[in-house]
């Protein structure tokens, strides 16, 4: 498993995608085999999807697993980020960490229109043992989206205390920042840590730059890390040498307490697939709607009239 192929960040991204989709639940109760009956296929639709669209845009993975994260962090995992700003409804996505950064409504939506013609009003999720069941949220949290999703320019400290607040350890959170194995960020995110900061590799700097200057191009993308369309354990080999894109992502291996975890990931890959899925199936149970609470939504950006 030392090189793993866009398919396994397929894979990754197909668990997020189910897990942000609506569901069709009478219990209360989570279950990894809640479609068996009902949807058995549901999985092979949307990974069918989600490699179409990966072939066509590789950057959309990235971004599938960025709205999960972002749709957990605030008010648990409720779909709550899919729903549409309306004339007297202001949801999450322009919030500050969201605007010009989540994206991929539109594979969500395309998705759910496809899992709804071959399995009517029973969506849901399941991938390495995700329990399923979730419903979706009425309300969505424009404040506790600019509050609660970590900054690009967070120091460790308070990495640790945001992830604490959601139930995750500092191991979760060094795990799950593995998700930068793919994607792009922007160059306003990282300007500063190319250009002002001491702890990162010259050479690194120097490429970076090229591609975002000292002002202007702010939205000039560079990659998350060296291999940004490949899903592996390069991300922890960059921090170990100093190449992380982002002071949030350097800050897990700068002389702190997740120094080790990062130098485990970075010469076992085997390691950080296996934990990686762990903590995604342990972010993906933040506080979900079960049972009667929430909604089935029949477009995924509006509630149910």
């Known amino acids: 498993m030392a090189s793993t192929t866009t398919t396994t960040s397929q894979f990754f991204i197909v668990v997020s995608i189910i897990s942000l989709l609506a569901c069709n639940s009478a219990n209360g109760q989570l279950s990894v085999n809640f479609y068996a009956r009902t949807c058995s296929n549901l999985q092979t639709i949307v990974r069918n999807v989600m490699r179409q669209t990966v072939i066509r845009e590789p950057r959309m993975g990235a971004s599938i697993l960025r709205l999960f994260f972002h ?143 000292f002002s202007g191009g702010d939205t000039n993308l560079g990659p998350l890390d060296s291999t940004p369309n490949r899903f592996d354990n390069n991300y922890y080999q960059n921090l170990v040498a100093r190449r992380g894109l982002l002071h949030s992502d350097q800050v897990l291996f700068n002389g702190g307490s997740q120094d080790a975890t990062v130098r485990t990931y970075s010469i076992n890959p085997a390691a950080f697939l296996r934990d990686f899925g762990a903590a995604m199936v342990k972010m993906g149970n933040i506080s979900p709607l079960t049972g009667t609470n929430g909604e089935i939504r029949r477009s995924c950006g509006v509630i149910n009239s």
């Not at 996505?93 to 605007?99: E, K, L, S």
């Not at 994206?103 to 999720?125: F, M, P, Q, S």
């Not at 309300?139 to 506790?144: D, E, G, H, I, L």
């Open 71 to 213: 749709d957990c962090f605030v008010q648990g995992c409720d779909g709550s980020i899919l729903l549409d700003d309306t004339g007297s409804f202001t949801g999450e996505q322009n919030a500050t960490p969201n605007m010009n950064s989540a994206r991929g409504y539109e594979v969500i939506d395309a998705i759910k229109t496809r899992v709804e013609a071959a399995c009517n009003n029973t969506l849901g999720g399941q991938s390495w043992q995700v329990p399923l069941g979730r419903r979706d949220s009425r309300t969505a949290s424009f404040s506790s989206a600019n509050s609660d999703l970590p900054s690009p320019f967070a120091d460790l400290p308070t990495l640790i205390s945001m992830f604490a607040a959601k139930g995750l350890t500092a191991r979760d959170m060094t795990i799950l920042s593995g998700g930068h194995a793919i994607g792009f960020s922007q160059c306003s995110l990282f300007r500063t840590r190319i250009y002002n900061e001491t702890n990162i590799d010259p050479a690194f700097a120097t490429a970076r730059r090229a591609n975002c200057p």
